[in-house]
């Protein structure tokens, strides 16, 4: 199961940090994926994070703006987002998916658990 928190409503600019906390993995080969969904949009997702390895891969569109990091200790995941854009405004949410080894597992079918989401809004 996993937890997530940290969706706030902020202007364009801010910076914000997601957390994603699952109550139990077996190991650490699992890729925590972050996808957000905007309404009328599909689902997409916008960071990647080994949890093993650390190894991250992002969206060209969060690129250099977001950066995905992990807790081992915790088994939580991060999101922060930093130059926060009106177009980010969406509910964000959190899956895991097991991955002995970092890759760009972007398709979601890959991922077994999800969060409940937390909404992000960007707006001035």
């Known amino acids: 199961q996993l937890v997530e928190s940290g969706g706030d409503s902020v202007q364009p600019g801010a910076s914000l940090t997601l957390s994603c906390t699952a109550t139990a993995f077996p190991s650490d080969k699992y890729c925590i994926g972050w996808f957000r969904q905007a309404p009328g949009k599909e689902r997409e997702g916008v960071a990647l994070?080994?949890?093993?390895?650390?190894?991250?891969f992002y969206a060209d569109s969060v690129k250099d703006r977001f950066a995905a990091s992990r807790d081992n200790a915790t088994n939580t995941a991060y999101l922060t987002m930093s130059g926060l854009k009106p177009e980010d405004t969406a509910t964000y949410y959190c899956?895991?998916?097991?991955?002995?080894?970092?890759?760009?597992?972007?398709?979601?079918?890959?991922?077994?658990?999800w969060g409940q989401g937390t909404q992000v809004t960007v707006s001035s």
């Open positions: 994070i080994s949890m093993k390895h650390g190894t991250t």
């Open positions: 899956a895991s998916a097991y991955a002995p080894e970092p890759g760009p597992l972007w398709a979601q079918y890959y991922y077994s658990s």
